[in-house]
């Protein structure tokens, strides 16, 4: 491509807060909206991710199994590896097959890897020799995947916590004690917090919706507005805090757990339910595979929990009518 390439080309001079990309996102739910990232955002705010929770060199090979289509793929497979002058690695993968991923972890001398939970309990009955570094997002991992994963390749999962919105705002950075199943601290570009309903800080140990300050200064990797939805944008601000959407909480060591969308939470005889803990202790079963959990209508409770298990292949199903 270099040899091809014509030598009159001219740079495009911009301004750093003028819009670079735009990402779709839509939540747990809702129509699509259209997410504006600045040059900034993406050029500065994810100088963070590269260095700090990818902890590339330029000696590191990356490879990051985002489609190109979500904004993951723009965070590890552009912009945090090129920051950090790493070997970005590029593979096409029409479909997840594991077997295609273990053989091509074995045959290239790839050093970091990303991907998601569902890739790793994929993969945790193998060792990937050539790995140094791995790291996970786009929902949280489970303690058992986390724990298999270690005792088989000797490797930690560092898990990151963001949003098409922003750049990574909480992780695990290299040298910090790994929580399993916690999003890990804030970036050292968020200052985030737990609120209540009112935008009151609320103390460790007690859920609530997870934000971050926005006034006197704008973290340099938020988004600037969604576009031609202004009703939108301003919903996202309560007073001075940016608030995510997902709800959480901060335990005692300033680590930062994820319980579930605002809208996703399940409400059953007045508990608040994550989707995510009921799918967490079905993972430690050794006849689940995959699960997800989810509200279910109920005449006495308002809700219940009900919940999709896929078994793995060593055991059947047996339905009886109940």
């Known amino acids: 491509m270099m040899k091809c390439a014509t030598d009159n080309h001219t740079c495009v001079e911009t301004r750093h807060d003028e819009t670079m990309a735009i990402y779709f996102t839509s939540g747990t739910s809702g129509s699509p909206k259209m997410t504006a990232h600045t040059h900034s955002s993406y050029g500065l705010g994810l100088s963070v991710n590269g260095r700090f929770w990818l902890d590339l060199t330029p000696s590191d090979v990356m490879w ?7 904004a993951k793929s723009a965070w590890s497979s552009v912009f945090s590896p090129w920051i950090q002058g790493a070997c970005v690695f590029a593979h096409r993968l029409p479909q997840f097959e594991p077997t295609s991923i273990l053989q091509t972890l074995s045959k290239f001398p790839i050093t970091v890897f990303c991907s998601v939970p569902t890739v790793y309990r994929m993969l945790v009955q193998n060792a990937m020799t050539s790995l140094k570094h791995c790291v996970s997002a786009g929902e949280p991992m489970s303690p058992e995947v986390i724990e298999q994963w270690r005792s088989r390749t000797g490797l930690e999962i560092y898990e990151g916590y963001g949003q098409t ?37 609320l103390p460790p140990g007690q859920e609530g919706d ?25 919903s996202t601000l309560r007073g001075s805090v940016y608030i995510h959407g997902d709800r959480g909480y901060m335990d005692e060591d300033g680590y930062f757990w994820f319980v579930g969308r605002s809208d996703d939470v399940i409400l059953s005889s007045g508990y608040r339910i994550g989707p995510f803990e009921v799918e967490s202790a079905l993972a430690e079963h050794p006849a689940v595979a995959e699960s997800a959990a989810v509200s279910s209508p109920d005449p006495i409770r ?8 896929v078994l793995n292949p060593n055991y059947k199903s047996h339905d009886q009518e109940h």
């Open 64 to 70: 990051n199994t985002s489609d190109t289509g979500w």
């Open 210 to 234: 997870i934000g971050f300050q926005v006034v006197p200064m704008r973290p340099v990797g938020l988004f600037t507005h969604y576009v031609d939805n202004p009703t939108k944008t301003a």
């Open 302 to 309: 308002g809700e219940v929990v009900k919940a999709f298990i």
């Open 165 to 201: 919105e922003t750049v990574l705002i909480c992780g695990h950075f290299k040298g910090m004690k790994i929580k399993p199943g916690s999003m890990g601290k804030p970036s050292p570009a968020f200052d985030v917090k737990i609120l209540d309903a009112n935008g009151n800080v």
